[in-house]
């Protein structure tokens, strides 16, 4: 399992709620160690997609397996070999950083030698040492991101599922998240990520564009700016964007 | 157990860095005690008399004195006039008119008995009963001062009637305060336990992290249990806080064992606390778990015999309270404090309150979902 192995597989993922059609029929490949994008606009199904390859919902159809595990018996075996990091941001305000590290360490049972090396490691990547024992709400957005992530990853998992990480911050500190991923990639480790800034999805290995439940488009960056004539990819989304109109129309 | 014991230390971390939290533990338990158990006293004193005094003769006076002296009565005015009395009675300057026709004293010396009229304000039902029940002690009083006055004789030896002697036992001067200060320290472990299990669960659904737990392993039972337990710990504190103030305050008898009271208390608790964690399985925003917590815990306590004892509630009100949890421990606390029951007198109560502790876990734990 090296190499472009799958790590995730999905086979017609169809969700519904009500009559309301969230996932239509999607199906695409996760390889490992590299960085897929799953784009689209608000309401698009992007987050639905991946609370159920989180085990966090039940799909209502499709075949879908997560590190080899399948979502509909075996959810509690994906949770221990992914990380996730919600929109909103979840670690403890109340709690200090290192309190906040100590407590998904131990939920993880990572022995106390090992949370020590991830602690001295978090203190060499934020440059900060001071950091470890303040609390986690008196911190910048930016900052609690950065650790947000770093704490998803305590547990060396062989996925991490990011949705809209990098919401509500400046541009630059957009720039230093994305740093983060890179190197988590560089590490191994498969970054499944949602965002709607089209920039981003520039950084990406390859992207998923959803539009109304459905997959547009997938395929490199590159790839999808050649296919659609586009210079950005913010021009590609356009494109896919107005045809869907077109056509419920 | 790493996992557990992780949550466990996150929850302790948590609820000793929030100041208002360690005041609820602290104040609530001092405010009850201090405030309730007085407020809620039943006894009835100071009930004003305006006496209509229309016989204006010896024996009418020493009836209204006796009323004077009593400790349960103070005369306000007297009048000769039934309308101005009621006037009193409407403005609240007086709770009894004692009204003497004319004539009370001659009908009394020539038939040997004369009537007068008492009339209670009865707002406040329970109280005009009470000092109706005082009243009649006085006129019983007087009634035996005038019939061994005409026989002269002594007062306590009334001829041929019978010599009543009245004990309380377990509460020997009707100290109104060892009644409820047991009641009180129920519904404060009650509140402590349901209220803040309910929000703290509630609240980590509110700032998000409740899904961040749900994508990982933590089983549910464990999440559960860590979340509980200190709570547990809290709302036993406060019992035992509780106790000792009642215990200097008002010299609350503690008769029976401390271990009969703390072992029930702890079984209790685990109902009360799954309770608590149902209620925020419905919930989504804390004052939803404010609403819903109230409700239940206003019919549960008013039922649960604080004031009224179970046995003369209307019989639809104590099949309810075949169900009510704070019934069987209202039961408990009062008599292993105040009659020194042991494990042996309790059996029934600790038998229902295991019974509602399982099925409470058990919906809980169903309820509660990892998955949306």
């Given at each position: 399992m090296m190499g472009n192995g799958k790590v995730i597989e999905v086979k017609n993922l169809v969700k519904k709620f009500g009559n309301f059609v969230a996932n239509d029929h999607l199906t695409f490949d996760v390889h490992r160690g590299e960085i897929f994008g799953f784009l689209g606009?608000?309401?698009?199904?992007k987050t639905t997609a991946m609370r159920i390859l989180c085990g966090l919902s039940k799909p209502t159809s499709g075949e879908i397996t997560v590190n080899g595990f399948d979502v509909y018996r075996q959810s509690e075996a994906i949770k221990r070999t992914i990380g996730y990091m919600s929109q909103?941001?979840?670690?403890?305000?109340?709690?200090t950083v290192a309190e906040n590290m100590r407590f998904y360490a131990g939920i993880y049972k990572l022995p106390r030698s090992k949370r020590l090396k991830k602690e001295a490691e978090l203190r060499d990547k934020l440059h900060m040492p001071e950091i470890m024992n303040k609390l986690v709400g008196s911190l910048p957005l930016g900052w609690k991101q950065k650790l947000a992530f770093s704490i998803a990853l305590i547990h060396d998992p062989g996925i991490v599922f990011l949705d809209e990480p990098t919401g509500g911050v400046d541009p630059i500190t957009r720039r230093q998240f994305w740093k983060l991923i890179y190197e988590a990639s560089a590490n191994g480790i498969t970054v499944f990520v949602t965002t709607h800034y089209m920039d981003e999805a520039e950084y990406c290995d390859r992207v998923t564009i959803m539009v109304d439940g459905r997959i547009e488009a997938l395929d490199t960056p590159a790839q999808l700016m050649q296919t659609y004539g586009a210079s950005s990819m913010n021009d590609v989304f356009l494109t896919l964007a107005r045809k869907a109109k077109k056509a419920v129309g | 157990m790493q996992v557990f014991l992780s949550i466990l230390r996150k929850e302790f971390i948590q609820i000793f860095r929030d100041k208002r939290m360690l005041a609820i533990i602290i104040l609530v338990p001092v405010v009850q005690m201090m405030v309730l158990v007085y407020a809620a006293n039943m006894e009835v004193k100071n009930v004003d008399v305006v006496v209509v005094d229309n016989d204006l003769s010896q024996s009418s006076r020493s009836l209204a004195n006796r009323f004077s002296g009593s400790p349960f009565f103070t005369l306000t005015g007297t009048t000769f006039n039934e309308k101005e009395a009621e006037a009193l009675l409407k403005d609240d300057a007086a709770d009894l008119i004692l009204s003497i026709p004319a004539g009370f004293e001659e009908k009394l010396i020539r038939e040997g008995n004369a009537s007068l009229q008492l009339i209670f304000n009865a707002i406040n039902g329970s109280a005009a009963e009470i000092s109706a029940g005082y009243a009649q002690n006085v006129l019983l009083d007087y009634n035996a001062g005038i019939i061994s006055e005409t026989l002269a004789?002594?007062?306590?030896?009334?001829?041929?009637g019978i010599n009543t002697v009245v004990r309380y036992w377990y509460n020997e001067l009707l100290d109104y305060k060892h009644f409820m200060a047991p009641g009180i320290l129920v519904i404060l472990v009650t509140i402590i336990g349901m209220f803040l299990s309910g929000m703290n669960l509630v609240k980590e659904k509110e700032i998000g992290t409740t899904e961040q737990l749900n994508v990982t392993p933590i089983r549910k039972h464990q999440l559960i249990a860590a979340k509980l337990i200190p709570f547990w710990v809290i709302a036993l504190f406060d019992l035992a806080f509780g106790l000792l103030i009642a215990k200097f305050l008002f010299k609350l008898p503690i008769e029976g064992s401390l271990l009969v009271l703390f072992t029930y208390a702890a079984i209790y608790l685990v109902g009360v606390l799954a309770a608590g964690l149902l209620i925020s399985t419905f919930a989504e925003t804390q004052q939803q778990v404010l609403f819903i917590g109230y409700f239940i815990i206003m019919i549960f306590i008013l039922m649960g015999g604080i004031f009224t004892p179970v046995e003369s509630m209307p019989r639809w009100a104590q099949i309810i309270d075949i169900f009510n949890p704070v019934c069987y421990f209202m039961q408990v606390i009062r008599m292993v404090l105040l009659k020194g029951s042991g494990f042996g007198d309790i059996i029934p109560q600790i038998i229902f309150s295991v019974i509602f502790g399982i099925l409470m876990m058990a919906f809980s734990i169903l309820k509660y979902r990892k998955r949306a």
């Open positions: 606009a608000n309401g698009a199904g909103k941001f979840s670690l403890y305000e109340d709690m | 004789i002594e007062r306590n030896e009334s001829p041929g």
